[in-house]
């Protein structure tokens, strides 16, 4: 059982590029997030969804984009990098119902150069 | 005023003693109360969690809630090197999914 899989471990990316992070998860939950961590600044919600197809922002969407076609995949997309989305990102995902305990991923380190 | 506070430590203790990590909450409507810890360079896991006021036992974790304070403990005792991580509380509400987190505090256990 993989849990929550997240691609790729490292990226450095140079100001204006763009790219995708992937997350995966085989645990048929319905829920799926992405935070990111800064040092001394916790995890901060980017994006969530609920099921396929629906997604929402959470504290942070700006320059981050979403998409949730599966129950399995839920890809982050950052647009135009810039240094300030230098952080480690992190997928979560949980059935929702209760405690609503999450399963993280292992991270993306990402730096914008 | 953030709706979850925590001190980032770091808190050094020795090996065998008691740890305590504390947060605080604004939001009044938090019933479930998680701790998660995070290995450095790891992913954050569930720790243990409590509903509601009250005191929850896992070993040597006792997890400790105070609905009227508003405050969340979490003690360690005997600790082990091997708890050196970060500690991170996370309040929230029954069907709510922007879940929040604590800035959480580093553990540093020294052998």
């Known amino acids: 059982n993989a849990g929550v899989t997240q691609t790729p471990k490292f990226r450095i990316l140079k100001i204006g590029q763009s790219m995708t992070l992937q997350c995966t998860q085989d645990?048929?939950?319905?829920?799926m997030y992405w935070y990111r961590q800064d040092p001394g600044m916790g995890l901060k919600l980017i994006y969530y969804?609920?099921?396929?197809?629906?997604?929402d922002k959470g504290e942070v969407p700006n320059g981050y984009n979403v998409s949730r076609s599966t129950t399995e995949d839920f890809p982050l997309r950052l647009e135009l990098a810039a240094p300030s989305q230098t952080s480690v990102y992190f997928c979560a995902s949980s059935e929702g119902s209760g405690a609503n305990v999450l399963t993280f991923g292992a991270g993306s380190r990402l730096t914008v150069l | 005023q953030k709706e979850v506070e925590q001190d980032p430590g770091p808190l050094s203790v020795p090996e065998g003693a008691i740890v305590s990590l504390n947060c605080t909450y604004s939001n009044s409507a938090f019933q479930y109360f998680m701790w998660y810890r995070q290995y450095s360079r790891k992913g954050p896991e569930l720790l243990m969690y409590t509903y509601s006021s009250g005191n929850k036992e896992d070993g040597r974790f006792t997890a400790q809630v105070d609905k009227s304070s508003k405050y969340i403990s979490l003690f360690i005792r005997d600790s082990q090197p091997s708890d050196s991580a970060t500690y991170l509380c996370?309040?929230?509400?029954?069907?709510?999914?922007?879940?929040?987190f604590g800035t959480g505090t580093r553990l540093l256990v020294s052998p």
């Open positions: 645990m048929n939950h319905n829920y």
């Open positions: 996370a309040p929230q509400r029954t069907g709510f999914q922007k879940l929040v």
């Open positions: 969804s609920v099921g396929a197809g629906i997604t």
